[in-house]
């Protein structure tokens, strides 16, 4: 849902000194942000530290791909797809897989960030990438991270001419499943951007089996109200008629980011297939140097594909 601020907001941002005021304010957010996380590492440190030392908590030491740094996690947090496990930088397990592909596209080995040299030949786009590995990635290659809802904008379901063929690599982790339907159409957008030979890296929740489950099918002109108290999705399909959909998901809590649909592998492979890409990977190696375990049954796998 597109958020449109009032005239009188409008009006205020466009005078020169709410233009300093709002750049100030983004890097204030920025800033704290920043130390958010830095305070946030400093606990999962110490919890880590109490963890190790003790109890008999099993134990991996690995080298984190992202900020380089040697650091020791409990095996079940590395383990894990979401929880972060380095206390350096507060990478997971998907962030460093992340790394781990581009990396091996790029030079031929799976290194680390720090090692890269830079190449501002290399162009990538980022769709809402974690600042956690995106601010380093920026410093090696000529990357953007866009956003939805702020610069530097893209809008996955509508794109210019202009932006075929442009990247030689997207990321887009967790995105997809936020997005509009028809899905099919953003998929195909993906695909139009990237150059002959471009890496795509997708990662989305997903089933193992089944299809995928659309939870606004319908999805045309709609908002978001509260209704006694709750969050109600309001729609008016195409053909005029009124819908609403309570029990709402959001990611990052409510009046976060809406779920739009939960997908599953097979639907996933064909969603992929469909929209051309070639040489689609779900990698499920673990690279332990780098505190990526995998299990056998582990849902959710990074993605890898190319346009031909």
């Given amino acids: 849902m597109r958020y449109l601020p009032s005239p009188a907001c409008s009006f205020s941002i466009a005078h020169p000194n709410n233009q300093k005021r709002k750049i100030m304010s983004d890097w204030l957010l920025v800033h704290l942000e920043k130390q958010a996380r830095h305070f946030k590492n400093i606990k999962l440190l110490f919890r880590f530290f109490f963890l190790k030392n003790l109890t008999k908590t099993p134990f991996i030491d690995f080298q984190c791909n992202i900020c380089g740094y040697d650091v020791s996690a409990p095996m079940a947090v590395a383990k894990n797809r979401e929880a972060s496990s380095c206390y350096r930088c507060g990478s997971n ?64 379901t509508t794109i210019k001419q202009s932006q075929f063929n442009s990247a030689d690599f997207i990321i887009t982790s967790d995105v997809f499943e936020h997005i509009p339907p ?67 998901r959001f990611h990052g809590g409510p009046g976060a980011t809406l779920e739009m649909r939960f997908f599953t592998e097979t639907s996933l492979l064909a969603n992929l297939q469909d929209a051309g890409f070639s040489n689609i990977q779900f990698h499920r190696t673990n690279i332990p140097e780098f505190g990526i375990i995998v299990e056998e049954e582990s849902p959710s796998l990074i993605i890898s594909m190319h346009k031909e």
Avoid: W
């Fill in 93 to 156: 397990r998907r962030f460093r897989t992340i790394i781990a592909i581009l990396t091996k596209e790029i030079t031929g080995e799976t290194t680390t960030l720090p090692k890269l040299n830079y190449d501002g030949k290399i162009t990538g786009l980022g769709m809402s990438d974690a600042e956690i590995y995106a601010r380093p990635l920026s410093k090696k290659v000529t990357y953007t991270n866009t956003f939805y809802h702020k610069e530097p904008k893209l809008d996955i």
């Fill in 182 to 248: 028809p899905i099919e159409h953003s998929f195909e957008n993906l695909y139009k951007i990237l150059k002959k030979g471009g890496l795509c890296i997708f990662s989305v929740p997903y089933h193992k089996n089944g299809t995928t489950q659309e939870h606004f099918p319908e999805l045309y002109d709609y908002k978001i109200i509260k209704k006694n108290g709750r969050q109600i999705l309001v729609n008016i399909t195409k053909k005029g008629e009124r819908q609403e959909f309570n029990n709402l």
